[in-house]
T-cell receptor, first 113, second 112 residues
Framework: GDSVTQMEGPVTLSEEAFLTINCTYT??????LFWYVQYPGEGLQLLLK?????DKGSNKGFEATYRKETTSFHLEKGSVQVSDSAVYFC????????????FGSGTQLTVLP | EAGVAQSPRYKIIEKRQSVAFWCNPI?????LYWYQQILGQGPKLLIQ????????DSQLPKDRFSAERLKGVDSTLKIQPAKLEDSAVYLC??????????FGEGSRLTVL
C-alpha cells in the first residue's frame, strides 16, 4: 500500500538557518503530494502541494519539488523564523485511495532566536 | 468562511467508559474524514464519508468504534468501551473535492 517516510526529528535550528526536511514515498502511479503544518494548539493546515512530477509547491517561503525519479518531496526554507516552530507532516493522496491522505510520522521543528 | 468545528476539545475518561466526538464540516463539503493521531505519529484514517454514505471504514475498529453522518452534514464518532490505547487526538476533516483536506483543531482523548 501507499506509505510516506519522513525524516525523524526533532529538528532544532537557529533563526535564519536553512531548513530541509526529507520525505520519500511509496505509491503506485502518480500520487499528489502535500506538506501540512501543525502549530501548537492548532489543527493541521495545508502548507503546499504538488500534483505532478517536477511541480514545485511553494508557500510562506517554503518550497518542495515533486521528484518522481527519487520518489521524494523534500521541504526546504532558506531562512527559518521562530514562528516556523511547528510539526510538519508529509502526505500523499494516491490514485487508488479515493481522495484519502496517507501521512508520514511528522517532524517537530524548533527555531531558536 | 467558518472552518471545521469539533467538540469537545478535551475529554478524560476511564477505560471501559464511552465517549462521543462531534464534527461540523465546512458548509458544502461533501466528504468528511475522521483521523486518529497518536502522540508522535502521523494521523491515521479511521473512516471516510461521502455525503451520508461510508466510502472507507476498513481501519475502523468496529468492535468498539462507530461513526455516523446524519443528513450528510454533521458527524459523530463514538468509542465504547474505551481502551488505554485509544488515547489520541481525533481529527475531523472535510473536503469539497480532490485530495486537499481542511482539518478541525481536534479532540484530545485521555483514557485512564
Amino acid at each position: 500500500g501507499d506509505s510516506v517516510t519522513q525524516m525523524e526529528g526533532p529538528v532544532t535550528l537557529s533563526e535564519e538557518a536553512f531548513l530541509t526536511i526529507n520525505c520519500t514515498y511509496t505509491a503506485t502511479g502518480y500520487p499528489s503530494l502535500f506538506w501540512y503544518v501543525q502549530y501548537p494548539g492548532e489543527g493541521l493546515q495545508l502548507l503546499l502541494k504538488a500534483t505532478k512530477a517536477d511541480d514545485k509547491g511553494s508557500n510562506k517561503g517554503f518550497e518542495a519539488t515533486y521528484r518522481k525519479e527519487t520518489t521524494s518531496f523534500h521541504l526546504e526554507k532558506g531562512s527559518v523564523q521562530v514562528s516556523d516552530s511547528a510539526v510538519y507532516f508529509c502526505a500523499l493522496s494516491g490514485q487508488s485511495s479515493a481522495r484519502q491522505l496517507t501521512f508520514g510520522s511528522g517532524t517537530q521543528l524548533t527555531v531558536l532566536p | 468562511e467558518a472552518g471545521v468545528a469539533q467538540s469537545p476539545r478535551y475529554k478524560i475518561i476511564e477505560k471501559r467508559q464511552s465517549v462521543a466526538f462531534w464534527c461540523n464540516p465546512i458548509s458544502g463539503h461533501a466528504t468528511l474524514y475522521w483521523y486518529q493521531q497518536i502522540l508522535g505519529q502521523g494521523p491515521k484514517l479511521l473512516i471516510q464519508f461521502q455525503n451520508n454514505g461510508v466510502v472507507d471504514d476498513s481501519q475502523l475498529p468496529k468492535d468498539r468504534f462507530s461513526a455516523e453522518r446524519l443528513k450528510g452534514v454533521d458527524s459523530t464518532l463514538k468509542i465504547q468501551p474505551a481502551k488505554l490505547e485509544d488515547s489520541a487526538v481525533y481529527l475531523c476533516a472535510s473536503s469539497p473535492q480532490g485530495p486537499e483536506l481542511f482539518f478541525g483543531e481536534g479532540s484530545r482523548l485521555t483514557v485512564l
